[in-house]
């Protein structure tokens, strides 16, 4: 079955990190550039970062610039975001999404809460 | 930054009635590189039109999409008890993506 499935989020303190995964199944995924998408309480969607499929280039919304840095394992098929730096504003449900301009697969996503 | 902005913010119809979404960007769209999702509660977004106005796979032909330039919309001709959602725009026509505020679809 084709799917992601994101894993890692969890209760943060401000400053603090966290890496978040997203295992692909049913595709090939080394031909395909991920993206991270994250939706805050009630909110609506903000694109955070891409990673291509080949060369490993990468794009970053200027609000997590500096502090996140998106990878990926293509051996493990399996994308990465480390988050540095967590502010009480990164609260969020983060997706995983596939393919570099639209996204026609999303994973079900992963609850990241920075509070002291 | 392309700031897109959806209107109406809520837009409150009965099953079996015709639904226009708008969304406007504040500068040209590059190649019409535009999409829509749908989310429901709870579930994460599925694609329903890129390149403004195809339909991604396995979406039902009442939902369509056009415009250019500036100007999108999103068309739901004959409403479905299903439908009632949150709807939000995309514009990839830049390096840095952005989507709109989303429009919320409820049922009168």
């Known amino acids: 079955e084709v799917q992601l499935v994101e894993s890692g989020g969890g209760l943060v303190q401000p400053g603090g990190s966290l890496r978040l995964s997203c295992a692909a199944f049913?595709?090939?995924?080394?031909?395909?550039?991920m993206n991270w998408v994250r939706q805050a309480p009630g909110k609506g969607l903000e694109w955070v970062s891409v990673i291509s499929g080949s060369d490993n280039s990468t794009y970053y919304a200027d609000s997590v610039k500096g502090r996140f840095t998106i990878s990926r394992d293509n051996s493990k098929n399996t994308l990465y975001l480390q988050m540095n730096s967590l502010r009480d504003e990164d609260t969020a449900v983060y997706y995983c999404?596939?393919?570099?301009?639209?996204?026609?697969?999303w994973g079900r996503g992963t609850l990241v809460t920075v509070s002291s | 930054e392309i700031v897109l902005t959806q209107s109406p913010g809520t837009l409150s119809l009965s099953p079996g009635e015709r639904a226009t979404l708008s969304c406007r960007a504040s500068q040209s769209v590059s190649s019409s590189y535009l999409a829509w999702y749908q989310q429901k509660p709870g579930q994460a977004p599925r694609l329903l039109i890129y390149?403004?106005?195809s339909r991604a796979t396995g979406i039902p032909d009442r939902f369509s999409g056009s415009g250019s330039g500036t100007d999108f919309t999103l068309t739901i001709s004959r409403l479905e008890p299903e439908d009632f959602a949150v709807y939000y725009c995309?514009?990839?026509?830049?390096?840095?993506?952005?989507f709109g505020q989303g429009t919320r679809l409820e049922s009168k």
């Open positions: 995309q514009q990839y026509g830049s390096s840095l993506i952005t």
């Open positions: 390149g403004a106005s």
């Open positions: 049913g595709f090939t995924f080394s031909n395909y550039a």
């Open positions: 999404a596939k393919d570099r301009w639209y996204f026609d697969l």
